[in-house]
């Protein structure tokens, strides 16, 4: 059977809806498809070349997003760069030598198990099929213990219930067998077997509701493209799919011109190019987004204690936001990658369930050593005190930048019922991210007032982003600001031109005071300073 016919056009769940409360009572579907309108109305995020009607799994960052994304951005690097003299940076580029790809495993091996519903022509992903059958048995599992511990209150003991309980038991029971036959699959490339655990777990096509599926495919997910104006000396050469490899390639150049010995790290963000073939769920999966990569560089056998080093600060960089806790969990990879002898996810809860955010790989000597034996050029660190030279090995954080924008979005998108029987929708984006500051309202357009307000800004903007609206009502222009998360407004009133003071107003609390207006940076950088997020690390 041929290939079914795909659109590489925008799904019409793009085109924006009214905003509605997304509270956890909506199907997870809706509180996306909210979570979608929210951040196209108020210029977070728009479909690219939406004119032409977009082109799927491609996104712009409007206004408000294009702050929040360099926000989120800053705080990665300051944490990574800045408070670790071991670490420093680059910015490789996009396009590298096609050997690259070979040296990497990604020309042989950086595929996706294909498998397409025959009825519905629509196409999957074998092993994100199972993975989301497996969700399922998780689903059950957790019914039972909230279950449990509604029964048993103060004396509910979570493990020993997990352990005892037959439905727990019986649903864990299949999560381990699927779980040891997906891997036995996926380990030795055996795609019969995996299209055979789909068909025997009677999974299903959400769409057609039918098991009509096709044989398991590998597709390779490398953007090719060709280098060179001159007919007949281009060749091809691919659009990176993770900025690692821009660091591995000039782990030389690194260590010698910033005079580092191990363990060190080098960092970088940037864009990276999947061609996804499961593209949906807005800017979770992507064909173009951008990584915020660190590899570092360790003696070999120390991997696994630094491995576990990184797994906790990077917890500590999540947690450190101040969004739910609960929110956050650790996922061990199944199927290792090609590369890597151990690994995990920080997986978030994103309005589609707990889904990866992060992952933290120990990837030992495999990609120094392949280019080694690729370039014929040695990547090795000589240690002065044992006299040794050796390819050190490599422990890598890499978190998703869009990702890690939908997780605060996500998580920060809330409908409150005021006292007065209204409705007001709030971003509470942590304060020091947030893409605008602080608001600037004259309570009229007149007597002095912009003028006032305008002075108060100009006060700022050199530390912070700040925002000035003097149209509509007032309490229309704070709504405005909830909506895109600004933790203070102020109301610029007749008595702030007679005595320098003015009305703050705290996104989070609603709580108005009068402050002078001498006092209005103090008060900002208390909230909004990114030292506040650092010095918790
Ligand atoms: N260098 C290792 C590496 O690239 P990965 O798990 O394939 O590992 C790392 O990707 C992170 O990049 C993921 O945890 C995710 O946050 C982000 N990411 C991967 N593919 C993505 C996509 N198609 N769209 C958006 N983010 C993606």
């Known amino acids: 059977m041929g290939s ?98 070979m040296a990497s495993g990604h020309v042989d091996a950086f595929n996706d198990p294909l498998i397409d519903n025959k009825d519905s022509k629509k196409r999957y992903r074998a092993d994100v099929l199972l993975e989301e059958h497996i969700a399922k048995y998780d689903q059950k599992i957790a019914k039972e213990v ?26 864990q ?48 997910l490398m953007f090719a493209t060709e280098l060179g104006s001159v007919s007949g000396e281009s060749s ?44 949906r769920q807005f800017i979770f999966r992507m064909r173009e987004f951008e990584q915020m990569e660190m590899q570092y560089f360790v003696k070999p056998g120390t991997e696994m204690q630094w ?28 199927k290792l990658a090609h590369y890597a002898n151990a690994a995990c996810d920080i ?9 990866e955010l992060e992952g ?23 240690d002065p005190e044992t006299n040794e030279s050796f390819v050190p090995y490599v422990v890598e954080t890499s978190i998703g930048l869009d990702r890690m924008f939908l997780a605060i979005l996500s998580a920060a998108h809330q409908v409150e019922k005021l006292e007065d029987g209204s409705e007001r929708e709030v971003l509470r984006i942590p304060a020091p991210l947030a893409p605008v500051k602080l608001a600037v309202l004259p309570l009229v357009k007149k007597d002095g007032l912009p003028e006032k307000a305008r002075t108060i800004i100009d006060g700022l903007k050199l530390e912070h982003n700040c925002q000035y609206d003097e149209k509509d009502s007032i309490g229309r222009r704070y709504r405005r600001q909830d909506a895109i998360g600004t ?11 007679q005595d320098d003071t003015v009305t703050i107003r705290d996104r989070d609390t609603m709580r108005q005071e009068r402050v002078p207006i001498g006092e209005l940076g103090r008060i900002l950088s208390d909230k909004v300073d990114m030292r506040k997020l650092l010095k918790q690390l």
């Open 4 to 101: 079914p016919e795909r659109s590489i056009f925008a799904p019409a769940s793009w085109q924006h809806s009214s905003t509605f409360a997304p509270d956890m009572s909506q199907p997870n579907e809706d509180r996306l498809k909210t979570l979608i309108g929210h951040a196209k109305e108020y210029g977070f995020v728009f479909p690219s070349s939406e004119i032409y009607d977009g082109l799927s799994a491609t996104y712009d960052y409007g206004p408000c997003g294009v702050e929040l994304k360099n926000n989120i951005r800053q705080y990665w690097w300051a944490a990574m760069v800045r408070l670790n003299e071991e670490i420093v940076g680059i910015d490789a580029a996009i396009f590298m030598h096609p050997t690259t790809w």
């Open 487 to 497: 933790p203070y407004a102020i109301t610029v009133d007749h008595q702030s031109v």
């Open 347 to 355: 997986e978030f809860q994103f309005p589609m369930g707990f889904k």
């Open 307 to 334: 491995y576990a080093h990184w797994k906790e600060k990077r917890m500590a960089w999540h947690r450190a936001l101040g969004l739910p806790t609960d929110h956050y969990r650790f996922h061990d990879h199944i």
């Open 236 to 279: 091809t050469i691919y659009l990176r799919p993770e900025t690692a490899q821009g660091i591995f390639v000039n782990f030389l150049n690194v260590q010698k011109s910033a005079r580092q010995k191990l363990p060190f790290g080098i960092a970088q963000s940037g864009k990276a190019f999947r061609n996804e073939i499961v593209a």
């Open 360 to 382: 933290i790989h120990s990837r030992t000597d495999f990609d120094l050593g392949n280019h080694e034996k690729h370039s014929g050029k040695k990547l090795r660190f000589f």
């Open 146 to 171: 909230e279950k449990g511990r509604k029964k048993f209150g103060d004396a509910f003991d979570e493990a020993q219930y997990r352990a005892t309980n037959p439905n727990v038991k019986r649903s």
């Open 173 to 220: 029971d299949r999560i381990d067998a699927v779980e040891a036959r997906m891997k036995a699959a996926l380990d030795s490339n055996d795609l019969v077997a995996l299209r055979q655990l789909i068909l025997d777990e009677g999974i299903t096509c959400p769409v057609s509701g039918t098991a009509n599926w096709t044989d398991v495919r590998q597709f390779n």
